[in-house]
């Protein structure tokens, strides 16, 4: 099989067919061959596939600044695993070294090794012909010891995440009643007392971003945490909406915007991404509503889990410590996690990110400086 030329700036490169792939009568296919809604169907329909793997989600980051290549492994026309690689450049406004990233992903079943090889060794290429100093990967993997093994047989090391590695997922297959009922008495008392305290929940459009992100600048400044441009927001909802995979949901009190969600899903999976709230009427309890109605929104859709998108990894490294109750701590994801756990679902870890290093030289000094802005 021929592979077409990848253009970056004014050089071509043609990363050739795997070894490996040959003898196991695989097909290696690079971006110009990947039709995206080929890409697209694979991941969906993959037990490891994850939204951060979705082409829509590589537009969002080619919008700031990153580059993107897909490398997928066929054989018989029948896509086995794949990966999404973004690339920026290590040093702001220089070409090369860069960074090559595979967000939750490579697409890949763990214990797959011929497969995996042929397609990791595919990644290289692709990633060293476009420069990168290393490879970072952050599969959709539960954190195992035989997970762990497979990424450091392949010669990866232990690195700092840069999705959260440990979340709650709420399975979405019983009944809305079963799935409540699943929930801490007080998380649904507070449900039914927002409803009762005449908050009520819409369903917002593209036009109602900027308001959400006024919602995010007050949350943000308030719980301390960094956020994203207001374009940024707005390019992620007008992506994904646009096939239905995206929401936003306003809480609202006597026509007063209280609180703000924006879920995604993909696949038979959502993910609760980004929430918001002001500090007025607080005690009507605005977000547990939102966040039921966002669990029912993905339900509707048929999806059969809802992530609640990062607590701390303390947890996930000891959920059964934390059934009971939960320290007095306010920094990082410990403010959200009191909130999350009462909506149930289960504590999930990943394996978390791992990085394969081309220049260590170049790995040393972004260690360096990743160590400093930290």
Known sequence: MRIKGIFVGNQSHCPPRTQLGRKMGLEILHTPEIPPQLWDE??????????????????????F???????????????????????????PGLGRPTIAYVPKGPVLPPRQSEIGQALLEAIHREAQARGAAFLKVEPDWPCHQENETILRRWG????????????IIIDLTPSQEEIMAQMKQKTRYNIRLASRKGVRVREGSEADV????????????RDRFGIRSLDYYEIAYRLFASSGNAVLFLAEYQGEVLAGLMAFSWGNRAWYMYGASSSRHRNRMPNHLLQW?????AKEKGCLSYDLWGIPDEVGQNPERYQKGVPNRTGGLWGVYRFKRGFGGKVVRYVGAWDYVYSRPWYVLYRAAFALLK
Do not use: N
Not at 74 to 84: H, S, W
Not at 156 to 167: G, M, V
């Open 156 to 167: 990866f090391r232990p690195a700092e995440a840069i999705q959260p590695r440990s979340t």
């Open 210 to 221: 900027p308001l959400f992100y006024e919602l995010l600048k007050v949350t943000s400044q």
């Open 65 to 91: 600044g990153w580059d993107v290549a897909r490398v997928l492994v066929m054989r018989d026309g029948r896509p086995l695993a794949g990966a999404q690689l973004l690339f920026r450049p290590l040093v």
């Open 293 to 297: 109605r966002a669990i029912c929104w």
């Open 42 to 63: 694979f991941v969906s329909s993959s037990e490891w596939g994850h939204i951060l793997q979705s082409s829509p989600w590589a537009e969002l980051k080619r919008h």
